[in-house]
């Protein structure tokens, strides 16, 4: 089935650094990508949708010059998270919808765990 | 905010069948209701979804009641590594940004 791959899957970095962290369809190209953010025994918090070629919907509340999105090609999108601080310590997820038909299913990567200090 | 409401949290015994119900009154017609669920520190999977009529899968079942306006995930022999979030959700199609509401938390007791 469709796998996204998410790296990477842990990072640890000072404050004040930024972070990249890619996620890639691997088998079926994504025109669309959702990035989400999770708070320790949270639910998922939508952060944007990544739209291939163009620039990405950020959701209310959602810093677009401090969560930069780049979504180049049919089968990469990144989040770069700017002049990172310890409140932006979370888990992201990023997922794209795949299928054969318009009403299947999203896949998850594995997440990322971000940890600043 | 997310158009559903689900119970925060439920025990299964093992080997049992788990029922998670899932309310969304709210919903309109050409709206899916999905599932999906996350392991802890996994990213979430994709579990079943469906329109109106029930479905079946190798994972699970669902029951979509007749006005919609609910319905129950079905494990039928739960096991240990059932233990999860369970999420469920509106869409039109999977394009469509999902908000995950607090799911059901799912413990599975040997």
């Known amino acids: 089935g469709a796998v996204v791959s998410q790296h990477p899957s842990r990072v640890i970095c000072k404050s004040g650094t930024s972070v990249k962290i890619e996620c890639r369809s691997l088998d079926f190209q994504a025109t669309t990508m959702f990035w989400y953010r999770q708070f320790p025994k949270q639910s998922l918090m939508l952060m944007a949708t990544s739209n291939e070629g163009s620039k990405a919907t950020y959701e209310q509340g959602v810093e677009k010059d401090k969560f930069l999105i780049n979504h180049a090609s049919l089968t990469l999108s990144t989040l770069t998270v700017t002049s990172a601080h310890p409140e932006d310590s979370s888990f992201y997820i990023c997922s794209a919808p795949g299928g054969a038909g318009a009403n299947e299913k999203l896949f998850f990567g594995s997440g990322t765990q971000l940890s600043v200090l | 905010d997310a158009k559903t409401t689900q119970p925060p949290s439920m025990d299964c015994a093992e080997g049992r069948a788990a029922n998670l119900p899932c309310n969304h009154s709210?919903?309109?017609?050409?709206?899916?209701v999905y599932w999906y669920r996350q392991i802890h520190s996994q990213g979430p999977q994709y579990i079943i979804h469906?329109?109106?009529n029930n479905e079946t899968n190798e994972m699970a079942s669902l029951i979509i009641t007749e006005d919609r306006k609910s319905s129950t995930l079905i494990l039928p022999h739960a096991t240990l590594r059932d233990t999860a979030v369970y999420y469920c959700?509106?869409?039109?199609?999977?394009?469509?940004?999902?908000?995950f509401g607090p799911g059901t938390s799912l413990s599975v007791i040997p």
């Open positions: 959700s509106l869409g039109k199609t999977s394009y469509d940004k999902v908000i």
């Open positions: 469906g329109l109106k």
């Open positions: 709210t919903i309109s017609g050409n709206e899916y």
